[in-house]
């Protein structure tokens, strides 16, 4: 009989029940008896639905109060020397200091999960570093499984992604934090010797590191790693997801575990690598429910594919390709969703019921036992791929259509360059935001009442343009060249175009952790996505109209929003970014045809999109880039294209940034002291930039002295004729009171450079 399990369940609750726990005892509304007890109702919530769906073993640990990465860290002990942690346990002070700081100590890092959209806490690891076990909350929670009658599979992460994703501190460059893996190894497995001493059968040790380029000596230490631990422990299932390991199938063959885990969903052509030569024993767990995307699974096709293994082996396990937790948890509290588009979705709660099923029709006759689930899938799959909702014809004619003159700007940067500068007219090192300006509570306000129909869209608009007339007139008598409308009108960067797209939908509930208590709603892309009308002319234009000076028109680029939302899974992840491009190149034309001389298209989720494995670069670089340019390619020479990214981790993918041919770039560099202006010393960047000289994220305001420093060793690097002076990122989480000096400054900055600084 195959075993059907989950890699995870989301934490957050149905309603968001743990963000509001959390943020109420943070605000000191609620004790840390009260959090616990919401957690230990969630807990049992979220086994209860496993249970009663038929799983066999419920998933424990993967509950956490922020981060399971930072769970991990301190159940090891790891903790960094500046929260004065003097051995013990880890209190919820300590835990929450390092994932949000605290008065004296600045939180630990933060960043994404692989390739999801979920970020965890970056574990800090030193030279000479000791471990131990330093929390119970894994052993407390299996204990409390076990006391509700449940059958747990404690997960964890496995040690070698767990140093992976860590960060070495300090030393002299010769420390690998590699070298802390048999220190590591004994505090696992004192926690594997004790949940087997509870009587627990299997335990999930996660490592999805597999799935990236990792390198040989990492790889190479699998095998004692697992041999150390694989002695006293319950049986061990690997789990490795978000990608193929197929090149790791002998080294998997190899250790010493009781089961792997595979995602299937992204990557099921390595199941191949698989089936032979597996140990008979050794249980092969197959991912065939998508854990990252809301569609429901086409049950016959996974059922084959089930069987296929089920030929080889009768150890053959059912799950998600990942842990639930990257998709909300329940359609049903779906009220106001299109009856049609729900019947194709599935989330968390469903997909365990997926999983049972498939389970089921694992057993002998089993097909016939779920003869009434296959067919309902059958006809969702049909209606899915027959629905007028879907299927557009006039976008599938224009996708077709599409040459490659539609993905290049007409001329040369230099031509394009010559003619803007005329037509424009702006002094050297020209100042300007990167869109948002602060997003008040008034607007805030006025926007929710809007939604409820308590503000007449009469009322709304003009609430907006008086916000927008504002910033203009901040704007002017700061003295900043290109200005921006502000954004006051938008909610979200990319549920405001999504909204007006066609082909989009959005939940009411669907959240999904992005961190800590910050949770996401990503939109649904479900059909083929065209504009019905022009989403951002009449806030351009009216912000035009208030000033001589260029008012940029200010966009969400396509790679952007796919990345942001939950995908079509019926056609290639290319073909959804070019028809939203296409979206987005008529909004292009639409503002350049309204006298909008400049027009911003941000892609700050582009660098995120790269796959994970370097092999998989130059597929996405070649598609996500000639999406960016068929949006941002139907305008005449003299219109400017910006484009805005914020991060700077750019070494790998300068070349990048280049093949979008954007006219100026704005990127964020001033926390890093511009470290990534290094790049540049390989890389000439052709076009014009603005590499960031104003930290927003934080409320600090910099002097002019500070961001004319950072101007200076800009203009190091790059010529100063291509030089822009701008903050990192939008200004919207920022107050007036912050964003006003420090744009004087900033502005003051400008000037001084103007001053020093000839230019050709
Ligand atoms: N134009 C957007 C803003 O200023 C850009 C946001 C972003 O880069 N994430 O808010
Ligand atoms: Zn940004």
């Avoid at 922020?66 to 880890?90: E, H, K, N, W």
């Avoid at 409390?144 to 040690?159: C, N």
């Avoid at 575990?257 to 008979?280: M, N, Y």
Wanted: net charge negative; hydrophobic share 40%; aromatic share 8%.
């Amino acid at each position: 009989m195959a075993i059907v399990h989950t890699l995870g369940f989301p934490r957050i609750g149905a309603k968001r029940e743990l963000k509001k726990a959390l943020e109420s005892f943070w605000k000191g509304d609620i004790s840390a008896a009260d959090l616990e007890q919401a957690g230990q109702r969630l807990r049992e919530q979220h086994w209860r639905l496993q249970a009663d769906a038929g799983l066999d073993y419920v998933s424990v640990g993967d509950f956490s109060y922020y981060d399971q990465v930072l769970d991990m860290t301190a159940l090891a002990g790891a903790i960094p020397a500046r929260y004065g942690f003097c051995g013990g346990s880890v209190d919820l002070q300590t835990y929450f200091a390092m994932a949000r700081g605290s008065a004296s100590a600045p939180a630990m890092e933060m960043t994404k999960w692989f390739d999801t959209n979920y970020h965890y806490i970056v574990p800090e690891f030193e030279a000479g570093m000791t471990f131990r076990v330093s929390t119970s909350k894994l052993v407390e929670e299996s204990r409390e499984a076990l006391r509700l009658g449940f059958a747990p599979k404690p997960v964890l992460i496995g040690p070698l992604t767990f140093l992976w994703l860590g960060k070495e501190r300090g030393g002299d460059g010769s420390f690998s934090r590699l070298q802390l893996l048999p220190g590591l190894l004994d505090v696992y497995a004192h926690v594997l010797r004790e949940l087997k001493a509870l009587g627990v059968a299997w335990v999930q040790l996660d490592e999805p590191a597999l799935a990236v380029d990792l390198p040989a000596p990492w790889l190479a230490a699998f095998k004692s790693a697992y041999t150390a631990l694989s002695k006293e422990a319950p049986n061990v299932l690997v789990a490795t997801y978000f990608g193929s390991v197929a090149d790791h199938a002998p080294l998997l063959r190899e250790l010493p575990v009781a089961g792997v885990h595979l995602d299937l969903v992204r990557a099921p052509g390595q199941l191949e690598a698989f089936l032979t030569k597996l140990p008979p024993e050794r249980v092969l767990s197959c991912g065939v429910v998508d854990g990252r995307n809301i569609w429901r699974t086409d049950l016959r096709r996974a059922l084959e594919l089930l069987q296929q293994v089920r030929a080889q082996t009768d150890n053959v396990w059912v799950g998600p390709s990942c842990s639930l937790m990257h998709t909300p948890v329940d359609i049903d509290l779906e009220s106001k969703l299109d009856v049609e588009l729900k019947s194709w979705l599935a989330f968390a709660k469903q997909k365990l019921r997926e999983l049972a099923i498939l389970g089921r029709g694992l057993e002998h006759d089993g097909r016939e036992a779920i003869i009434d689930d296959l067919q309902l899938s059958d006809t969702v799959q049909r209606s899915r791929e027959q629905s007028t909702r879907i299927h557009d014809a006039a976008v599938q004619t224009r996708l077709r259509d599409l040459r490659a003159d539609d993905a290049r700007r007409s001329t040369t940067f230099a031509a394009r360059q010559r003619v803007q500068r005329e037509r424009l007219r702006l002094p050297a090192f020209p100042t300007t935001t990167i869109g948002s300006f602060p997003q008040t509570p008034a607007i805030r306000d006025a926007r929710a009442k809007f939604k409820k129909g308590e503000l007449a869209p009469s009322a709304y608009e003009q609430a907006m343009q008086r916000e927008i007339e504002h910033a203009v007139r901040e704007q002017e008598s700061l003295g900043l060249d290109v200005l921006v409308h502000g954004e006051a009108e938008r909610n979200d960067m990319v549920e405001y175009f999504g909204e007006q797209l066609a082909g989009f939908a959005f939940t009411s509930n669907g959240w999904v952790q992005s961190y800590g208590s910050r949770y996401v709603k990503p939109p649904i892309i479900f059909g083929d996505v065209s504009r019905p009308a022009a989403m951002t002319v009449r806030w351009s234009t009216f912000a035009q109209s208030l000033t001589r000076k260029p008012m940029k028109g200010m966009l969400t680029g396509p790679v952007t929003i796919l990345q942001w939302s939950f995908v079509r899974d019926d056609q290639p992840r290319a073909a959804t970014a070019t028809q939203i491009a296409l979206a987005i190149r008529d909004e292009v034309q639409d503002l350049e045809r309204a006298g909008i001389r400049i027009i911003q298209i941000d892609e700050p989720a582009f660098r995120e999109g790269l796959p994970l494995k370097r092999a998989d670069w130059p597929a996405y670089i070649d598609w996500a880039a000639r999406a960016f340019r068929i949006a941002s390619s139907a305008v005449d020479d003299a219109t400017q294209v910006h484009t805005h990214m914020c991060y700077s981790e750019f070494n790998d993918i300068f070349e990048v940034l280049a093949l979008l041919d954007a006219d100026v770039i704005t990127i964020e560099s001033s926390r890093s002291g511009m470290e990534l202006l290094d790049a540049f010393k390989k890389f000439r960047y052709p076009n014009e930039i603005g590499p960031g000289v104003y930290d927003i994220h934080s409320p600090r305001i910099p002097t002019e002295h500070e961001m004319l420093a950072l101007l200076e060793k800009a203009a190091d690097y790059l010529t100063a004729d291509q030089l822009w002076v701008n903050p990192d990122c939008g200004l919207k989480t920022r107050r007036w009171e912050e964003v006003t000096p420090a744009l004087r400054n900033m502005v003051d900055a400008a000037r001084r450079m103007r001053d020093r600084v000839p230019v050709a």
